[in-house]
C-alpha cells in the first residue's frame, strides 16, 4: 500500500543458536555450536555399519559393483529428475569403506594362490640401476646421523648418572670425614687455625709443664682416585704428628749385677713388641696415643735425668745418651732407659751377649708413669690458685712464708724434698731386697728337711715396705713346737725381725745376715722343740738355755741347750744343738745301771744307786725316727719304763 | 754500737723485676654461662674456683702531682690466707705492635695488719670494693671474671651494690722483665674467645677525662 511513509521493517534471521539462559540483565547466552568435528561425531553415531546396501553380498569383484552400477544408473536416472533424499551424506564414506574391504579380499585372495605357487607366481620387477646408488649413500649418511644423535643422548644420559653417583660418593666422604672429626674431638682437642684444623695431644692442659707443643695437624683424606679399590683400612681423616713422636716408646728399668765395662752403656736396644691394637679402633686413635705415650716418656726420661744430673748423692748417677745408671746397692746396678723405635727398620745393631730374657721391672715402669701423672695433678690442685685474687700463682703455705717470717728450715720443710729419681730408686732397692729375702727363704726350705720353714707373705703391700711371717716347725709336730715365730718387714734397705717373744733385730741388706739369722733360729728350735715335747711326755725340764757359753764356739749364732729328766727321775736327757755343730745328745743313767760301779765306802745305803750316774752320748745319726723330735719321742719313751 | 749499714743501691733482683702483661674486656651477665663453659673448656682441666675479695686502694699525696698508689686486696672467701699488696706501675709505652698491656708489677704478701700499717705510713685510702666471681688457669695465664661492687658502708663489706650489669674479664700474666713471648699466646688466646669477648689492650691513663 503507497501513500505513506515507508517503514523500516527489519528482517532478522532466526536464531539459530539455542540460547542456554538468561541473566537477570538480559544478557543472552547461547548454547555455542557443535564444531565441526563434534558435528561429525553426531552424525556418526547414526550411521548403522552392520546393515550395507541391499547389493553387497560377498567379495566378488565385478558383479556387485555391476550390480552397484546398474542400480546407480537408474538411480541416477531418477536423481536427475528429482533430488534423492535417500542419499544421506555418509553415503560415500561407506561406498569407500567397502571398496576397500574389497581390494583386502582380493588381496588376500591372491596371497593364497601365491602362496601355493601352483597356479601363480611371484616375480622380481627389475629395478633401473642408476636409480640405486645415490639413494644408498644418502641412507648411509642419515642412518650415521641419525644413530649419532641417538649416541649422543645416551652418552649424555650416562654422563649426568655417572656425575651424580660420584657426587654421591663424595658427599657420603664428606659426611664420613664430618662423623670421624666429630669422633676424633669427643677424644682429643681440636682447634682451627685458618684453614687448618690442629690439636693438641700433650699434657699441658693436665699440668705438665714440658716445653714440647705437641700440636697435630688432622688431614683430610677425601680426594681419592675413584678407580683404584679403596683399602681395608681405609679412614676419611689422617692425622699428622709432630717427627719426634713419631713410633713409640717405653722406658725399661732393670736391675742387673753392676757391668765391669763402661764402654757398653747407652746401648739399649731390646725392644719389646708394640701391643696389638684393640679391633675396631681408628688409625688415627692408635697414633695419637702412641705419640702421647712417647711425649710422656719423653718427659719422664727429662725430668730424671735433670735430677740425675743435679742430685748430690754418694755414689753420683751417670746419664749417657739414653740411659740412666745408678747403684743402689753395692755390686748392683739400676738402669732406667728411654727406648724409642721410630718404627722404620729394625735395629740390627749387634750387642756383645746374647739377648737376655726380659729383666724389665714392669712395676716400676708403671710406678714412674703414675708418679709423673701425679706430678700434674699437682700442678692443678686448687692449693696454687690464688686467694685473693689478684696474688700470683704458687702454693699456699708458700704465700704464708713472708707474713709469718719461716725461717730456712721451715721453708725447705714445705718444699717438695724428694724427686722422681729418689722415689723410683728407692722402690727399686725394696723390691730388690724383697727378692732376694724370698729367694734366700726359699732356698733355705729346700735345702734343709729336718725343721721346716714356711713363709706367710702379706697380700697388700706398700712401695716402700712388704712383710712376711716365717714359721719354723717340725713335720707332725706343728701344734706342740710352734714357738718361732717370726714377722719380718723389708723395708727399703733393712729387714726388721720381730720374734714372738718380743726380741726385735734389725738386719742389713746383706743376704748372708739373714741366712745366719734363719739358721740360728732353726737349731734353737730344736731345743725348743724338745722343751715343748718334755712337758707334753711328762718330764721334767731341768735346765734350758738359748745361749750355751760351754762348748766349741758357733760361727754362727749360738748353740743351745735343754736338760729334760724322766718322771721317775732315773733318766735324764741332755741336748745341745748348735747352727753349726749339729745337735749332740747325751743320756744319763742311773748308777744302778752301769757296769763299773766304784766301790765305796761312803755310800753306805742302797738307795743312792737310783741316783743317775754317769752319760752316754747317743748316735743319733743311727736312730730311727725321720725327724730330730720324732727321734726325740722315741727316746725319751724308750727310757720311760712300763709301768 | 752501729746500725748495720743499709745499701742506698736500688734492689734490682727478685721480685721487683716483674711485667705484668694484660688484656681486658666484658660481657653482659646473660653470656656469662656460655663463657664461662667456654673457660672450662679452654683452660687447665680443674675445679672451677670461686673468689670474693675485697680491695682497698690506697693514695699517697707527695708533691708532685701523681700519687702513689697501693692496692691492697684480702679473700672474703678465705679469711685466714694474707693480704695481697700490689704496685702497678705505668704501662709500658714500648711498641704499639705489641698485643697486650704491659706493666711494672709488685706483689708483696702482708699479714692482717696491712691497713693500719699503711695508714701510719701515710698512705690515705681512697676507695674499696668488693669483687666476686671466677677464676681460671691455663699454663702460667690467669683469666679473671669478676663483678665489681660498690661498698656503701665504708668497712661493711656485706652490704653491696653491683656497679654494672656486666662482667669484667681479664687475661693476665706474670713474667720477668724482658721475656715477651707470652704477648703471642695471650693474643691466640684472646682470639679463641673471639666471638663471647673481646679483649684488648686498654690503656688506663687514656681512660680519664
Known amino acids: 500500500m503507497s501513500g505513506g511513509p515507508a517503514v523500516r521493517v527489519s528482517i532478522e534471521s532466526t536464531c539459530e543458536k539455542q540460547v542456554q539462559e538468561v541473566a537477570l540483565d538480559g544478557t543472552e547466552t547461547y548454547v555455542p555450536p557443535l564444531s565441526m568435528s563434534q558435528n561429525l561425531a553426531k552424525l556418526a553415531q547414526r550411521i548403522d555399519f552392520s546393515q550395507g546396501s541391499d547389493s553387497e553380498e560377498d ?435 733393712q729387714i726388721r725381725v720381730v720374734h714372738r717373744d718380743g726380741r726385735v733385730v734389725t738386719l742389713s741388706h746383706q743376704e748372708q745376715e739373714l741366712q745366719d739369722f734363719l739358721l740360728s733360729q732353726m737349731s734353737q728350735h730344736q731345743v725348743h722343740a724338745v722343751q715343748q715335747l718334755a712337758k707334753v711326755m711328762g718330764w721334767h725340764v731341768l735346765s734350758f738355755s738359748n745361749h750355751v757359753g760351754l762348748g766349741p764356739v758357733e760361727s754362727i749364732g749360738n748353740a743351745s741347750a735343754v736338760t729334760v729328766a724322766s718322771p721317775n727321775g732315773e733318766y735324764a736327757i741332755s741336748v745341745r744343738n748348735g747352727p753349726e755343730s749339729g745337735c749332740k745328745v747325751l743320756v744319763q743313767f742311773p748308777r744302778s745301771q752301769t757296769k763299773e760301779l766304784p766301790k765305796s765306802d761312803v755310800i753306805q745305803d742302797a738307795k743312792w744307786s737310783h741316783l743317775r750316774g754317769p752319760s752316754k752320748e747317743v748316735h743319733w745319726s743311727k736312730m730311727e725316727g725321720r725327724n730330730f723330735v720324732y727321734k726325740m719321742e722315741l727316746l725319751m719313751a724308750a727310757l720311760t719304763p712300763c709301768p | 754500737m752501729e746500725a748495720p749499714q743499709v745499701t742506698v743501691m736500688p734492689v734490682t733482683g727478685g721480685t721487683i723485676n716483674m711485667m705484668e702483661y694484660l688484656l681486658q674486656g666484658s660481657v653482659f651477665d646473660q653470656a656469662l654461662e656460655s663463657l664461662l663453659h667456654r673457660l672450662r673448656g679452654l683452660c687447665d682441666n680443674m675445679e672451677p674456683e670461686t673468689f670474693t675479695d675485697h680491695e682497698l686502694v690506697y693514695l699517697l699525696k707527695g708533691q708532685q702531682g701523681n700519687p702513689f698508689i697501693l692496692r691492697a686486696r684480702r679473700s672474703l672467701s678465705h679469711p685466714t690466707s694474707p693480704w695481697h699488696l700490689r704496685y702497678l706501675g705505668q704501662p709500658e709505652v714500648g711498641d704499639k705492635s705489641r698485643h697486650a698491656l704491659v706493666r711494672n708489677c709488685v706483689d708483696v704478701a702482708a699479714s692482717h695488719s696491712l691497713p693500719e700499717f699503711l695508714n701510719e705510713m701515710g698512705f690515705r685510702m681512697d676507695h674499696e670494693f668488693v669483687a666476686n666471681g671466677h677464676i681460671f688457669r691455663k699454663g702460667a695465664m690467669k683469666i679473671v671474671v669478676s663483678k665489681l661492687s660498690r661498698i656503701l658502708v665504708p668497712g661493711n663489706t656485706e652490704n653491696t651494690e653491683r656497679l654494672s650489669l656486666s662482667f669484667l674479664v681479664e687475661l693476665s700474666v706474670l713474667a720477668p722483665a724482658g721475656q715477651d713471648t707470652m704477648s703471642e699466646d695471650m693474643r691466640s688466646f684472646a682470639e679463641q674467645l673471639k666471638p663471647l669477648v673481646h679483649l684488648e689492650k686498654i690503656d688506663p691513663s687514656k681512660q680519664r677525662h
Open chain 1, 59 to 493: 567379495g566378488i569383484d565385478g558383479k556387485p559393483r555391476d550390480r552397484e552400477w546398474t542400480k546407480q544408473e537408474p538411480e541416477e536416472e531418477e536423481g536427475t529428475v528429482k533430488f534423492q533424499p535417500s542419499l544421506w551424506p555418509w553415503d560415500s564414506v561407506r561406498n569407500n569403506l567397502r571398496s576397500a574391504l574389497t581390494e583386502m579380499c582380493v588381496l588376500h585372495d591372491v596371497l593364497s594362490v601365491v602362496k601355493e605357487k601352483k597356479y601363480m607366481a611371484l616375480d622380481p620387477v627389475s629395478q633401473d640401476p642408476t636409480a640405486g646408488k645415490t639413494p644408498q649413500v644418502f641412507q648411509l649418511i642419515s642412518k650415521k646421523k641419525s644413530l649419532g644423535t641417538a649416541a649422543q643422548l645416551l652418552l649424555k644420559g650416562a654422563e649426568k648418572l655417572s656425575k651424580s653417583v660420584a657426587e654421591n660418593m663424595e658427599n657420603r666422604r664428606q659426611r664420613d670425614f664430618n662423623s670421624e672429626l666429630l669422633r676424633l674431638r669427643s677424644q682429643w682437642k681440636l682447634r682451627k687455625v685458618g684453614d687448618k684444623i690442629l690439636g693438641d695431644l700433650s699434657y699441658r692442659s693436665a699440668g705438665s709443664l714440658f716445653p714440647h707443643h705437641g700440636t697435630f695437624e688432622v688431614i683430610k683424606n677425601t680426594d681419592l682416585d675413584l678407580d683404584k679399590k679403596l683399602p681395608e683400612d681405609y679412614c676419611p681423616l689422617d692425622v699428622q704428628i709432630p717427627s719426634d713422636l713419631e713410633g713409640s716408646a717405653y722406658i725399661k728399668v732393670s736391675i742387673q749385677k753392676q757391668a765391669p765395662d763402661i764402654g757398653d752403656l747407652g746401648t739399649v736396644t731390646l725392644f719389646r713388641r708394640p701391643p696389638k691394637t684393640k679391633a675396631g679402633t681408628q688409625q688415627w686413635h692408635v697414633k695419637l696415643e702412641a705419640a702421647q705415650n712417647v711425649l710422656l716418656c719423653k718427659e719422664i726420661f727429662a725430668q730424671l735425668s735433670r735430677e740425675a744430673v743435679q742430685i748430690k748423692s754418694q755414689i753420683p748417677h751417670i746419664v749417657v745418651k739414653n740411659q740412666i745408671i745408678s747403684q743402689p746397692f753395692p755390686g748392683l746396678q739400676l738402669s732406667i732407659s728411654l727406648c724409642h723405635s721410630t718404627g722404620e727398620k729394625k735395629n740390627h745393631r749387634a750387642t756383645p751377649d746374647k739377648p737376655k730374657p726380659d729383666d724389665h721391672l714392669y712395676v716400676l715402669e708403671h710406678n714412674l708413669h703414675q708418679m709423673m701423672r701425679e706430678f700434674h695433678k699437682q700442678q692443678l690442685s686448687s692449693v696454687v690458685m690464688p686467694h685473693p685474687a689478684s696474688a700470683p700463682f704458687g702454693h699456699k703455705r708458700m704465700r704464708l712464708a713472708g707474713p709469718m717470717a719461716y725461717d730456712k728450715a721451715e721453708i725447705t720443710s714445705l718444699q717438695h724434698n724428694e724427686g722422681l729419681l729418689e722415689k723410683i730408686i728407692k722402690q727399686a732397692k725394696h723390691i730388690f731386697l724383697r727378692s732376694r729375702t724370698a729367694r734366700t727363704i726359699d732356698s733355705l726350705a729346700s735345702r734343709i728337711e729336718d725343721p721346716q720353714i714356711q713363709a706367710h707373705w702379706s697380700n697388700i703391700n706398700d712401695v716402700f715396705e712388704s712383710s712376711v711371717k716365717v714359721l719354723i716347725t717340725s713335720q707332725g709336730y706343728e701344734q706342740i713346737c710352734k714357738s718361732i715365730q717370726l714377722q719380718l718387714n723389708i723395708g727399703v734397705e
